[in-house]
Every structure is written in C-alpha cells, then in structure tokens.
C-alpha cells in the first residue's frame, strides 16, 4: 500500500488519492495511507483537504475540527502514533468528491513543495514548537462556528496547513505566513462581530 513518506504535498494528495479508489473512503483509509508514525503529516492531511471545496459539504468543517483537535492533543503528549475513536474513523466520504478536492489543490501544492526549503528554523521546533500546536488548536476550534458561512473554514484551514507544512519540512517562512493569516482572520472577525 503507498504511504505518505516523502515531505511534500503532492506525494501527500498522491497517498490521499491511492486510498479514495474506491466508491467511498473512510477516515480510517485514508489515514492509513498518509501513516501514523508522525502526527503532523496527518494534521496537514486533514487542513489541506478543507482548504479545497469538500469545506462546503455540511458536517465536514466540524468532524475535520474534532479530527486536528485530537491530533494535536496527542502532538503535545508527544505521542508518536495516533489514536482516533472508531466512530471517526468509520466516517466515510464518496472517493470522486476526494479526488475532486485532491486534483484542485494540486497546482498550488506543487509551488509549495517548489518553494520551501530550510530556513528560519527557529520557528519550527524547540521552545517554539509548542506555539504552533496552540495556534492550530485555536484555529481549529472555529471550524464548527464557521460551518454556517459556506467554504469560510478554509481560510482558517489554510493558515493551519501552512503552519504544519512549515514545521514538517523545517520552513520558517511557512510558519510565519499562517501565523499572518490567523492573525488577519482574527482581526477581521474582531472587527465583524456586532456591536
């Protein structure tokens, strides 16, 4: 079975798509694919598939929000292999709505993988590694209260796979970019909300 052991984003959509062939893919499937040996490649499985259009599908948002929130528990726990319940696991999506997702996001990721490198290194890991958990968290708990505003999720999920690409493949820059986009999406809702 192809897993995903490789650094990039697009051998990540190549695992993703490997497991979607059939009718339907489950959470389980797909998370097989990608491996459980390391928690971040999975937390930017699961941002990277909101940031595409599968946001829109009612429910998603949410599981996706439960799904990071236990992921990046366990990150902090230091926990090597993930453990999810069944009854998320069992969650299923139709394979062409994955594959839809995966074959839109391809473009942007392959000037991803193109444009990182090492650098800023200091954003990634050491006392500064705990920071990025706590802004995805963050981030990730919005996800329910967006899921009334059609695709916003994916700007919020944006930030988060920005900042786990970041830290996966040592780039600073990356990091430091989702760090922006929170915080303009933080100023914008400060500035929306009534009253």
């Not at 697009?10 to 040996?37: M, Q």
């Not at 946001?55 to 230091?78: E, K």
């Not at 969650?91 to 991803?112: D, I």
């Not at 958990?133 to 009334?148: G, H, R, S």
Request: include cysteine; charged fraction near 15%; aromatic fraction near 8%.
């Amino acid at each position: 079975m192809s897993r995903f052991d490789d650094k990039t984003l697009t051998h990540l959509l190549d695992a993703i798509d490997h497991a979607a062939d059939g009718s339907v893919v489950s959470v389980r499937e797909i998370l097989t694919a990608i491996g459980d040996r390391s928690i971040m490649p999975l937390v930017l499985a699961v941002s990277v598939l909101i940031v595409s259009p599968l946001s829109g599908i009612p429910t998603v948002p949410t599981l996706s929000s439960v799904i990071l929130l236990i992921l990046m528990g366990q990150a902090f726990g230091r926990r090597r292999h993930l453990w999810l319940p069944d009854i998320l696991l069992r969650r299923e999506l139709a394979s062409a709505r994955v594959t839809t997702a995966t074959g839109w996001l391809r473009k942007p990721c392959a000037w991803l993988d193109a444009n990182s490198r090492p650098r800023l290194r200091v954003l990634t890991s050491g006392v500064l590694r705990p920071l990025t958990l706590v802004v995805c968290m963050l981030t990730a708990v919005t996800f329910p209260f967006l899921e009334i505003l059609p695709f916003v999720s994916s700007f919020c999920a944006g930030a988060i796979a920005m900042i786990a690409f970041g830290v996966i493949t040592r780039d600073g820059l990356w990091v430091l970019a989702g760090y922006v986009q929170v915080a303009v999406l933080a100023s914008i809702a400060v500035w929306a909300w009534p009253g």
